[in-house]
Structures are given as structure tokens and as C-alpha cells.
């Protein structure tokens, strides 16, 4: 990949960021803006997966792969996938503790003795994100 390409690249993942931040922040108080701005974003970041996927597979096709270049393909998967463990699993804790936390701020205001049970199910859900984590420590360690 060329310089210029992966300057292009970055370019478009930043501003996949900026611009629909940036609409949200100035864009017009009602509740359609929320849906406008996942569409923008959605529509950046895909745009900018298509422009890498383009820009992935548009080098030189080259038959007889080289052991190293194999290895360090191996290598960059296994550090997406590290990566994918460790994202999606605190999204999915953060998801859960939200739902768990409020529910349980609720049924602790109404009555306090249910402080415990309450801290069991909180607790549960902070524990996906522990356990992406330590997998993705385990990917880590077989690189």
C-alpha cells in the first residue's frame, strides 16, 4: 500500500468520526437527528471499509506466497481478533451493566435489603468484559 493510499485511508477513518459528531453537536434539536447521525456514521465507516477493502486487495497478485509474508498475515489477524474480543465484549458488559445497574439503583430505592442480590447480577455483567480480556490476553500469548 502506497503512502498515499494509506494517507487517504486514515483520512477517511478521521473523518468517518469528525463529520457525524460534528452534525450531531450542531445539527438541529429534534429527535430525528439522532437517526441522521447513525446514518451519517454508518455511512462513513462502511464507505471507509469498502475504500480498505479496495485498497487491500488491489495490489499485485502475486500466486507463490512467501513464509513471512504468511506469518506476518497470521500475525495481523490474530491482533484483529485480540482486538474484536476485547471491543465487542466490553460493548456487550457496558450493555449489560447499563440494563443491570439502573434496574437494580430501582429495586434498591424501593427496598435497600435487596443491596446484594442486586451487586450479584452487576457484577455478572462486568464479567463478559473480563472474560474478552482474558481471552483476548490468550490470542496474545499464541502470537
Request: hydrophobic share 60%; with cysteine; glycine share 12%.
Given at each position: 500500500?502506497?503512502?498515499?493510499?494509506?494517507?487517504?485511508?486514515?483520512?477517511?477513518?478521521?473523518?468517518?468520526?469528525?463529520?457525524?459528531?460534528?452534525?450531531?453537536?450542531?445539527?438541529?434539536?429534534n429527535?430525528?437527528?439522532?437517526?441522521?447521525?447513525?446514518?451519517?456514521?454508518?455511512?462513513?465507516?462502511?464507505?471507509?471499509?469498502?475504500?480498505?477493502?479496495?485498497?487491500?486487495?488491489a495490489?499485485?497478485?502475486?500466486?507463490?506466497?512467501?513464509?513471512?509474508?504468511?506469518?506476518?498475515?497470521?500475525?495481523?489477524?490474530?491482533?484483529?481478533?485480540?482486538?474484536?474480543?476485547?471491543?465487542?465484549?466490553?460493548?456487550?458488559?457496558?450493555?449489560?451493566?447499563?440494563?443491570?445497574?439502573?434496574?437494580?439503583?430501582?429495586?434498591?430505592s424501593?427496598?435497600?435489603?435487596?443491596?446484594?442480590?442486586?451487586?450479584?447480577?452487576?457484577?455478572?455483567?462486568?464479567?463478559?468484559?473480563?472474560?474478552?480480556?482474558?481471552?483476548?490476553?490468550?490470542?496474545?500469548?499464541?502470537?
Amino acid at each position: 500500500m502506497t503512502l498515499a493510499a494509506r494517507i487517504a485511508l486514515i483520512a477517511a477513518l478521521i473523518l468517518s468520526i469528525i463529520i457525524p459528531f460534528g452534525y450531531y453537536l450542531i445539527g438541529e434539536k429534534n429527535k430525528g437527528r439522532y437517526k441522521r447521525a447513525i446514518g451519517v456514521n454508518v455511512f462513513f465507516f462502511f464507505g471507509a471499509f469498502v475504500l480498505a477493502s479496495i485498497m487491500m486487495f488491489a495490489g499485485p497478485n502475486v500466486q507463490a506466497a512467501d513464509a513471512a509474508a504468511s506469518a506476518s498475515t497470521a500475525t495481523g489477524m490474530g491482533y484483529i481478533a485480540a482486538a474484536l474480543v476485547t471491543g465487542l465484549s466490553c460493548i456487550g458488559g457496558g450493555i449489560a451493566v447499563a440494563s443491570a445497574a439502573s434496574a437494580a439503583l430501582g429495586a434498591i430505592s424501593e427496598d435497600s435489603s435487596v443491596l446484594g442480590k442486586s451487586l450479584i447480577f452487576v457484577g455478572l455483567a462486568e464479567g463478559v468484559c473480563l472474560y474478552g480480556l482474558i481471552i483476548s490476553f490468550m490470542i496474545l500469548g499464541q502470537l
